[in-house]
Antibody, heavy 120, light 108 residues
Framework: VQLVESGGGLVKPGGSLTLSCAASGFTFTDYSLTWVRQAPGKGLEWVSSITTSGSYTYYADSVKGRFTTSRDNAKNSLYLQMNSLRAEDTAVYYC??????????????WGQGTLVTVSS | SSELTQDPAVSVALGQTVRITCQGDSLRSYSASWYQQKPRQAPVVVIYGKNNRPSGIPDRFSGSSSGNTASLTITGAQAEDEADYYCSSRDSSGYHLVFGTGTKVTVL
């Protein structure tokens, strides 16, 4: 079971970037997926989640209206389209597989993360 | 939105027991999960659904909860347990997730 993020880099404030997460080793369509970020030296922040079919997406207030999560089940891939980027979006972005059991919700496994830096 | 509060740092002598707490209103309705994060590594779940350990997690890790407080206990702490620990739970809406502020555990 593996998740591998890509697409991070340096982008100017107001710019856009798309992150990808390639999944392997499990039945992709059986799991919801989530993006979590961590600013340098800071804690974890839940960003967004998407259901198995992609029909439903959920966003933190801090990114709602600027970020869009999607998935391509044929390619076993998850995406995070980030627009109108701000300095405070600078973080390592992790993708993670959702595990849900009787209402309990946890993430396992996580990818290794990809760094997004928003700076002029 | 919901908040989960943790003590910023705790220390424990090698082989002793340490309890990390997580407080928040959402914990009255939802169970906490716990993640361990070592420097420059992705988080790893150590407890989910209040007190369930994934395979490969030592049984010295355990979880409990009461009211608005969830706890992670490390019984017989080892040097390799030195890390940051984060709790998480659903927020009051049930559709979003919130992480705790994190606790840095130092093993002396």
């Amino acid at each position: 079971v593996q998740l591998v993020e890509s697409g991070g880099g340096l982008v100017k404030p107001g710019g856009s970037l798309t992150l990808s997460c390639a999944a392997s080793g499990f039945t992709f369509t059986d799991y919801s997926l989530t993006w979590v970020r961590q600013a340098p030296g800071k804690g974890l922040e839940w960003v967004s989640s998407i259901t198995t079919s992609g029909s439903y997406t959920y966003y933190a207030d801090s990114v709602k209206g600027r970020f869009t999560t999607s998935r391509d089940n044929a390619k076993n891939s998850l995406y995070l389209q980030m627009n109108s980027l701000r300095a405070e979006d600078t973080a390592v972005y992790y993708c993670a597989r959702d595990n849900i059991w009787f209402g309990e919700w946890w993430f396992d496994p996580w990818g290794q993360g990809t760094l997004v830096t928003v700076s002029s | 939105s919901s908040e989960l509060t943790q003590d910023p740092a705790v220390s424990v002598a090698l082989g002793q027991t340490v309890r990390i707490t997580c407080q928040g209103d959402s914990l009255r309705s939802y169970s906490a999960s716990w993640y361990q994060q070592k420097p420059r590594q992705a988080p790893v779940v150590v407890i989910y659904g209040k007190n369930n350990r994934p395979s490969g997690i030592p049984d010295r890790f355990s979880g409990s909860s009461s009211g608005n407080t969830a706890s992670l206990t490390i019984t017989g702490a080892q040097a390799e347990d030195e890390a940051d620990y984060y709790c998480s739970s659903r927020d009051s809406s049930g559709y979003h997730l919130v992480f705790g502020t994190g606790t840095k555990v130092t093993v002396l």
